[in-house]
């Protein structure tokens, strides 16, 4: 005669299933979350590098200032959309599916994950048909002093409005070359841009944490781009 289960056995396997359940959902659900910024940040990089690339080439020039961005009459020392430089949002919007302009001006905090002080404040320019936000610079007229071979930088939230608003986790930052390049801030092309060894982030733990661990409780994130790109496009911290 076949013995079925009594209700006492039932509700002990449903217990441990439901213990089972607390302690490996959070980490599913935190994995998959890292994956979704990480493919959101993949496909922002392709746009905007490709889209940079395609406004020089149209217009036929070797290097990104002499674009007609940095040609209206507006144009000072440099651009960057926190300014009121309308005739150059209208040449970007050549290129990109711009869908608003409102300058928000946005804290976003180190990826330790305290807000200390250790965070930024970025003007968000542009907001993209899928959902991003972007802070961008181009070094028209005059350089970046502390990186004076950059032509330009921009900074992702790949999110957009969405939180968590930290460096290293929704927003990732960029210098950007002459050739219209986006070169991860603490990448080996950085450092070499740069002449500057500590601009690895690999060499420099404040970037985004050390190689091997996940621990970052010291660093401030503005290298994670990085660091997620040499890994294969994997968050792993």
Known sequence: MKKGFTLAEVLITLGII???AALVMPSLIADYKKKAL????????NTWQNGLK???VT????DITDSEICQTPEMADYYSQDHEYKESDAVLKKYFKIISTPNDMVWYKAVHGDDDGDGWEHPIGFYIADGSGVDLAIYCRVGDVTNPNAKGAIGIDVNGKKG???HGRDF?????DSKGNLIPRGSRQHADLTVNESNYWKNNPRLCGTPGSSNVSMALGDGCAARII????VMDY
């Not at 040499?230 to 496009?233: I, Q, S």
């Open 164 to 166: 968590p608003n930290t």
């Open 230 to 233: 040499e890994n294969g496009w």
């Open 54 to 56: 395609l406004m020089m």
């Open 59 to 62: 217009e036929g020039v070797d």
């Open 172 to 176: 990732f930052s960029f210098l950007i």
């Open 38 to 45: 990480v493919a959101q940040l993949q496909k922002s990089v």
């Open 18 to 20: 439901g213990v089972v």
